[in-house]
């Protein structure tokens, strides 16, 4: 069991920056892979980046030179810096954990931070 609690959001103009964290709690995620989701009204919900345990990262194509996924595992927490929003990064975004153990795989959501670029 892990609990997720993403924190960041709010409303920025076009071209801004906003940094998102993710606070992990119920157990270390030092071992596992640590994503960002996001989801737009009306959209499914898509793969913004994921980070591994030994820092290794993987970027959706429309973030790619913009975002910066991190983590410290210290604080068992994981960022997303966000720079150069545009109106199309505008959403809710999610922190999400996925291990497998012996039982089965489990999946962990946040419960979501708003993200509104809008002028």
């Known amino acids: 069991q892990v609990q997720l609690v993403e924190s960041g959001g709010g409303l920025v103009q076009p071209g801004g920056s906003l940094r998102l964290s993710c606070a992990a709690s119920?157990?270390?995620?030092?071992?596992?892979?640590m994503g960002w989701y996001r989801q737009a009204p009306g959209k499914q919900r898509e793969l913004v980046a994921t980070?591994?345990?030994?820092?290794?990262?993987n970027y959706a194509d429309f973030v790619k030179g913009r975002f910066t996924i991190s983590r410290d595992n210290a604080k068992n927490t994981v960022a997303l810096q966000m720079n150069s929003l545009n109106a199309e990064d505008t959403a809710v975004y999610y922190c999400n954990v996925r291990y497998t153990l012996a039982s089965g795989s489990y999946t962990y959501w946040g419960q979501g931070t708003q993200v509104t670029v809008s002028s």
């Open positions: 980070i591994t345990s030994g820092g290794s990262t």
């Open positions: 119920g157990r270390s995620i030092g071992f596992y892979v």
